[in-house]
């Protein structure tokens, strides 16, 4: 089961390298006027941009394109966490022995958040609920979600506190989501090193957690 948090770094460090990759992206845009067309390196039929549609990208499409890459680096880190738990909950039932969730019927991952909790100090589990809250918010819902999965936390610099705030458009920056890295990887290290800690775990349940 040591697989599972091994492809949990590994997943997140390639995130890391794509938000960083797209981010230089936006620092390319922003070098217009361009004077040749933009020629990508991949076979495919129409590789390139023309110079006039570079050119004329406007900064709201360029701030948008970077509200996209904000989004997609939050979600995909919250999917890592959320493959690691549901991977570490359904393996551990099935007696140590790894297993795809693809593999079962989605019900049987519906608890993997209370045992992940249960290897997880109060403030960790703290920080977890609200970043999923935070993800949800801002990717698959809107600030409405808060209603019922309100947030308050503090990620990095800024608090985020829905109380009042309900239905509001929530964002986070750059430096935020870095610290949110970071974070994210120190508490699943630890939830890792928790659960290969026998004293967790009746004698019966301490063999073959390799």
Known sequence: MNTIYNEFNNSMSRIKNNFMLSSLSVNFINQKPFSNDIIFDVSFSGNYIPKDMMNNISRDTVQEYGNSIRRHFLNDMVIAYERYASLMYISDKKENTRYETASFDKRESTNYQNFIYSLCENEEKYFLKNLVNLRNSIIHYNGLYTISNPIDYTFGNDTYK?????????????????????????????????????????????INKT
């Open 162 to 206: 829905s109380s009042y705030k309900e239905g509001q458009n929530i964002t986070i920056n750059f430096d935020n989501l870095l610290w949110i890295y970071e974070k994210l990887i120190n508490i699943v290290t630890k939830i890792n090193l928790n659960y290969f800690d026998c004293s967790h775990f009746p004698s019966s349940n301490n």
